[in-house]
């Protein structure tokens, strides 16, 4: 598109610049006493060149804004994209984290049943081990 958008404004600028150089020697014509019907003609086709320029600036301005809109679809997807990883991450620490409870519930669960099972008094030590407390 930025292809297409180039080529588009080389061709307003010769347009332009064949309607300026036309424009200047219609001006020194005009003091060499042209006929009138030969002015007419010349003055006709500096009108269409400028129409054609007119033209031509108008598909810019329609390109220029086209692109301008896929910028912004870009920016948005661009936007959406980050917002939806960062959600997935948050989901995926979520579940983690949720895991990580499940887990460290069953080993509770397990130390508990088995101290259950030995029947002796338990006492916790630092990193969570359980070790059978002796009465002497």
Not at 51 to 75: A, C, T, W, Y
Not at 119 to 127: E, Q, T, Y
């Amino acid at each position: 598109m930025k292809e297409q958008l180039s080529k588009e404004k080389e061709r307003l600028f010769t347009l332009q610049s064949q309607a300026n150089e036309f424009s200047q020697r219609l001006f020194k014509k005009q003091r060499v006493n042209l006929n009138p019907r030969e002015v007419e003609l010349h003055q006709n086709f500096l009108r269409a060149l400028r129409e054609k320029e007119k033209r031509q600036k108008k598909r810019i301005q329609d390109l220029e804004s086209d692109m301008e809109e896929k910028r912004q679809k870009l920016v948005r997807a661009s936007q959406e994209k980050k917002t939806m990883e960062k959600l997935t991450e948050k989901a995926a620490a979520a579940w983690k984290k949720e895991e990580s409870s499940k887990e460290q519930k069953a080993i509770d669960e397990r130390a508990c049943r088995q101290s259950r099972i030995q029947g002796g008094k338990m006492i916790l030590h630092g990193a969570g081990v359980y070790h059978e407390k002796k009465n002497l």
